[in-house]
């Protein structure tokens, strides 16, 4: 059996208990719970996850597609239901590790060090394991050219430590260079982000056809194994057309529920260093991210 730790306000949503109550119940230890940093948890034992080791890296060149956001709330969902997570900074931004609230990061702890041949030791929070990144890391850059295979380091050695994990998530930086291809061929395909815009549609196109550069690197059929529409505005005539068009591919790639805009409740969550699931408020957040994980795990079954 392994500990699952459910965040106390997602616990008491699930039984319709009030907050209050439920902090209550936690202080006087009514209920199993743990305390880390500002958060209560209610522990709960579920059974151990199957240790598939499947590798996604989230990918798309274009920014503020909701890429990182996604990474951070989908590995604290997969996580949430007993599931052992990493996570992967290949992000020179930082950001997933920023909004972890993970600090004091140095160079020995982000993918630098396999230009040493050495994948980092994960850090914990949250629940799940993460590889964090920092400025420093853009270094990798320029190193990874003169190291021999260089952009498959990533890959070689995540797959020595697959079996310790059910799911490994990469965030890849936006952009089309070394390190992105480094993160792009560390697993077996795209979770892609699709911003629901004209530009965010268009902008496909190109992941599309990287994709296929991808695809016949790692000698794989199809590298786009899940397409997630995000900051979808139902309201909105061009959102609403862009969304369509992402519905257009499900023929060829699986297409995940649209993750639609809510800027107050992920605001919120980026300033408190925290997945959206433990932001008050933010519950049809948190029912969208359960369904796209729920996409993510039919990915996983096909993968097998």
Excluded: C
């Excluded at 151990?48 to 890296?57: A, L, M, N, P, V």
């Excluded at 950001?95 to 994960?122: C, F, M, Q, R, Y």
Aim: aromatic content about 6%; charged content about 25%.
């Amino acid at each position: 059996m392994k500990e699952r730790l459910v965040p106390l306000p997602l616990w008491a949503e699930q039984r319709g208990i009030p907050g209050s109550t439920a902090r209550r119940m936690a202080e006087e230890r009514e209920i199993p719970a743990r305390k880390l940093g500002r958060y209560w948890y209610v522990v709960e034992e579920v059974e151990e996850g199957g240790g598939q080791g499947r590798i996604f890296t989230l990918f798309n060149h274009a920014g503020g597609v909701g890429k990182t956001t996604l990474a951070r709330d989908l590995g604290f969902e997969l996580a949430s239901r007993g599931l052992r997570v990493l996570l992967v900074d290949a992000d020179p931004q930082a950001n997933l590790t920023h909004w972890l609230g993970i600090d004091g990061v140095e160079e020995k702890d982000t993918l630098l060090s396999l230009a040493h041949g050495v994948l980092p030791e994960p850090r914990e929070a949250f629940g799940v394991h993460l590889i964090p990144s920092s400025l420093r890391t853009a270094v990798l850059d320029v190193k990874l050219k003169s190291l021999p295979a260089g952009e498959l380091l990533l890959r070689r050695k995540l797959h020595t430590i697959r079996a310790s994990y059910d799911f490994i998530l990469v965030d890849s930086p936006p952009s089309l260079g070394p390190l992105s291809f480094l993160a792009g061929l560390a697993g077996e395909g795209f979770v892609v982000p699709v911003e629901t815009t004209a530009k965010g549609l268009q902008g496909l196109d190109g992941v599309m056809e990287v994709s296929e550069l991808y695809a016949s690197a790692a000698g794989a059929s199809n590298f786009i194994r899940l397409l997630v529409p995000t900051r979808y505005d139902p309201r909105s005539r061009t959102a609403q057309e862009a969304l369509q068009g992402v519905l257009r591919l499900a023929r060829r790639f699986r297409v995940a529920p649209p993750l639609h805009e809510r800027p107050g409740p992920f605001r919120r969550s980026a300033a408190e260093r925290t997945p959206i699931h433990m932001v008050e408020g933010a519950q049809e957040a948190v029912k969208e991210i359960r369904d796209i994980a729920d996409a993510l795990l039919q990915v996983a079954q096909e993968a097998v």
